[in-house]
Each structure stands twice: as C-alpha cells, then as structure tokens.
C-alpha cells in the first residue's frame, strides 16, 4: 500500500498521507515520497494550488515508532544526516511554488505540526487537537520550528514547545496556527473555497505573491526592501498576466485564464 495518495482535478493537487494505521505518522519513506511529490507537482503546469490531507481520525502524529527506535542507536552524523532530509521535506514543502493548504482532518503531534505549519494556509475541524511533544521525549522540535514559530508567533512558542500541552483547534485559531476552524462536515466546502479562490487568480500573480510574502514577512523596512517592492510590482504590471488581467478587468470581461 502506498503510504501516499495523489490526485490533480480541475488543476488542485490532493496529496493525501495513507497510513491511517499509525496514525500518519512519518518515515524516512514517507519523507522522500512527500518531498518528491511537492518537487513535481509544483514544477506542474496544471496545478494551480496543492491540498496536504490525511486518511483515518489523526492528521499526522509525529515521527513512526519503528523510526524512531532506529535513529535511537544513530550515531551524531547519523542523525545529521537523517534530520538533513526532514529539514529538505519542510523547506520544499514551504517554499513550493504552487499555494499550499493543509486540510486537518484529525491530531497533529509533534513533527506533523511542521508539516501543517509549512503551508501556506490550514483548515482545521473542531474537534483536533495540537501538540509540540517532543520534550515529554527529551527531545526538542528543532527541524520544524522555522515554520512552527513563524506560524504561531515566538510567544504562543514559548509556552506550547516548553510545557508539551496539548492545545484545541479553537487555540489554534486564536494563536494564528490555523485560519479556519469548522465541523467535519464542513471542512471540504472550507478547502474548496479557498482553492476556488486560488484557482480563480491569475497564476503567475498567486506564485509572485507567495514569493512577495516570503522575502518580505518581518524583514526590517529600509531602501533595499522599498526597492524590492517597487520593482516587484513593475515587473508584474509588465508580465503577460498584469496586462491581460488589467485588460480584462477594463473590458469587463473574464481574463484568459479563466476562458474557456
């Protein structure tokens, strides 16, 4: 059994994690297949936006119990070198160039924040719960906490990566760690509505303005990022979308890529 599932319809991406069994909890293997699954699916031509979702009652607790009984006899390059390819996973995942929404059906533990965290957008249901748990093992969420406490804020970190407590959806939302907090029963309407959003926007525009909040997002405000702002939007108004959106939006009618 594959321990992911991909689909593209109507140009959205749904990789889903397939191991229900262990509550999608991540391997080595699940690593390499989630890292090469963002590598191409955001180089394809046909996806607009990526959804990350789950089978079974839990998103992803964590790291798998049989891993983890492995990397306890690694040695320190061992670990370097294991920790190396989640770290490669995160940041793929993060800086894909197609927008990215994490569809929380159920827990996430422990490294699955990371992966909730790495998106650009999460929709949760009610009734999940959050966990940062990895001191409770002696451990720390180093590898995940460039996205986690980018998510969350260094406060709300403080307290969630030091106590392990276990926090609802309703705190989640409250601290910034979702955007959206809805019944099971709406949460695929939820998702839906935010890649009909993404899919509705011009394309080369959505992957600009990923890219504008990643080099701008808590980067000190001097000449060199007004600078990289103004050519940002120079360069858009010139592109081939800028006019064509302009364009269409002067002659009231559907921009291209919306046609058809």
Known sequence: MSSLLLDVTGGIATVTLNRADVRNAFSD???AALTQAFTDL?????VRAI????QGTAFCAGADLNWMRRMADYTRDENLADAAKLAEMLRVIF???KPTVARVQGDVYAGGMGLVAACDMAVSVETAGFCLSEVKLGLI??????YVIRAMGARAAHRYFLTAERF???EAHRIGFVHEVVTLEALDAK???LTWALASASPNAVRACKQLVLDV???EINAALIAGTVEGIADIRASDEGREGVQSFLQKRKPAWLAG
């Open 29 to 31: 293997t699940v690593i």
């Open 42 to 46: 955001g180089a394809r031509a046909d």
């Open 51 to 54: 959804v990350l979702a789950a």
């Open 95 to 97: 800086a894909c160039p």
């Open 141 to 146: 969420p180093a590898t995940i906490s460039p």
């Open 168 to 170: 609802t959806a309703a």
């Open 191 to 193: 998702v839906a509505e």
């Open 217 to 219: 997002a808590e980067r």
